[in-house]
């Protein structure tokens, strides 16, 4: 299959980010993960397909998704318009017709070309910041194909890569996915494969052995999400750094945790799984910071 056909389920692409690696960077989000963490900031990106997010602000009752709906899932009254998310099929006609967006579709078919074609206009930027193109998800190896490609391309461009991954994925595909990767983005969620495993749904032993590798063979971050009650005790930060002294990463990025992607899982019908959780102090996030970097690390907080 030619590049221009080969196509990938893409939710968003970000220019002028700064939290994905070096520089000033677009950031390509594919669609799809094999994990389910109960904080995830971005619910959209979860599943492998096109799905509704609704935008009730945005909403006139002009009724034109309500006439389209093939399976009665959608009704219009005076309390606004309500979706019946067990009947829908994901037919995706409703936000096809609405002329607000106050139902849009979240994840776009795209080709590598239409990627390169974006991710090209900011070459100079990257040029003068040191910045470049990062693949983030969802989990960019659930679609490695296309990724191993798209990475391919931007290097034949001249443009730094980066790959934000969670590492669950065959070591034989990763390791084809780092030959042209730059940088590795590495999240590291739990140590005990236990509790990783309450908290995303999968164990941690592909997960960590896959860090080892990969630090052993391209420039690796090690990325920490700071989950309150879930990761933050000082035990658990101190093997966080252990291990990232074990496998000798560059440097530990603590990535807070924020309920910015909270709003999301109503817009895509869903209870929000980690509510009544408080985010975590300055002091806190500061006392954690300075443990990794007692044991000889560099560390970022939110990069």
Request: with cysteine; hydrophobic share 35%.
């Given at each position: 299959?030619?590049?221009?056909?080969?196509?990938?389920?893409?939710?968003?692409?970000?220019?002028?980010?700064?939290?994905?690696?070096?520089?000033?960077r677009t950031?390509?989000?594919?669609?799809?993960?094999?994990?389910?963490?109960?904080?995830?900031?971005?619910?959209?990106?979860?599943?492998?397909y096109p799905e509704i997010m609704t935008y009730d602000v945005k909403c006139i009752r002009c009724g034109k998704c309500e006439q389209i709906c093939p399976m009665n899932a959608i009704t219009i009254s005076q309390k606004g318009r309500k979706i019946a998310r067990?009947?829908?099929?994901?037919?995706?006609?409703?936000?096809?017709?609405?002329?607000?967006?106050?139902i849009s579709i979240s994840g776009k078919y795209m080709t590598i070309e239409e990627v390169m074609k974006e991710v090209g206009s900011d070459?100079?930027?990257?040029?003068?910041?040191?910045?470049?193109v990062t693949i983030s998800g969802g989990e960019?190896?659930?679609?490695?194909?296309?990724?191993?490609?798209?990475?391919?391309?931007?290097?034949?461009?001249?443009?730094?890569?980066?790959?934000?991954?969670?590492?669950?994925?065959?070591?034989?595909?990763l390791e084809k996915v780092l030959e042209h990767?730059?940088?590795?983005?590495?999240?590291?969620?739990h140590i005990n494969s236990s509790q990783h495993r309450k908290g995303t749904g999968k164990g941690n032993r592909l997960i960590l052995d896959?860090?080892?590798?990969?630090?052993?063979?391209?420039?690796?971050?090690l990325r920490f999400p700071l989950i309150p009650g879930y990761n933050d005790s000082d035990e658990h930060v101190?093997?966080?750094a252990e291990l990232a002294t074990k496998i000798r990463v560059e440097k530990v990025s603590i990535l807070p945790y924020h309920e910015w992607g909270k709003a999301k899982y109503e817009k895509l019908g869903r209870r929000y799984p980690f509510k009544n959780t408080q985010t975590l102090s300055d002091w806190h996030i500061q006392k954690l910071q300075k443990i990794i970097e007692n044991m000889g690390l560099k560390v970022t907080v939110g990069n």
């Open positions: 299959m030619k590049n221009q056909e080969q196509k990938g389920l893409i939710f968003n692409i970000q220019r002028f980010s700064i939290h994905d690696g070096p520089g000033i950031t390509v989000f594919m669609k799809g993960c094999p994990l389910r963490c109960r904080w995830c900031s971005n619910p959209e990106s979860q599943n492998p067990t009947q829908c099929t994901l037919c995706l006609k409703c936000a096809e017709v609405c002329p607000t967006g106050a070459k100079l930027f990257y040029q003068n910041s040191g910045g470049g960019p190896l659930s679609q490695w194909e296309f990724v191993l490609q798209l990475l391919k391309e931007c290097k034949q461009e001249g443009l730094h890569t980066a790959l934000d991954t969670c590492g669950y994925a065959p070591w034989h595909i990767t730059d940088l590795i983005l590495f999240d590291i969620k896959n860090a080892k590798r990969t630090a052993a063979k391209v420039r690796t971050w101190r093997e966080v």
